[in-house]
């Protein structure tokens, strides 16, 4: 069983930045993998990217290619999610979620709590 605890999240100006923390407990991330999905109101949620625990393979959405970036810390066992020149329509409540296997944008077996980002124009 993984627990996942994220944080980081905040308000923020458009263009500006904030980093999620997703913490593990309970065992290690090795042989998972580590993705963010966000949730917008009154709509589905969205992959946003994953990183593989061994090897560091990352896959992002395209919306986000180029702004954000997923990394681990093998020593805090946490994966982050930095998120640069941010977007209003990056409002969200951004999910921790991990699965055993590679990477991809479906079928995850563990969820954090989520964390709130809010982005004003």
């Known amino acids: 069983q993984v627990q996942l605890v994220e944080s980081g999240g905040g308000s923020v100006q458009a263009g500006g930045s904030l980093r999620l923390s997703c913490a593990a407990s309970g065992r290690t991330f090795s042989g998972y993998a580590v993705a963010w999905f966000r949730q917008a109101p009154g709509k589905e949620r969205a992959f946003v990217a994953a990183?593989?625990?061994?090897?560091?393979?990352?896959y992002y959405a395209d919306s986000v290619k180029g702004r954000f970036t997923i990394s681990r810390d093998y020593a805090k066992n946490t994966v982050y999610l930095q998120m640069n020149s941010l977007k209003p329509e990056d409002t969200a409540l951004y999910y921790c979620?991990?699965?055993?296997?590679?990477?991809?944008?479906?079928?995850?077996?563990?969820w954090g709590q989520g964390t709130q980002v809010t982005v004003s124009s």
């Open positions: 990183i593989r625990w061994n090897g560091g393979t990352t």
């Open positions: 979620a991990a699965r055993f296997g590679g990477v991809q944008s479906y079928d995850y077996d563990y």
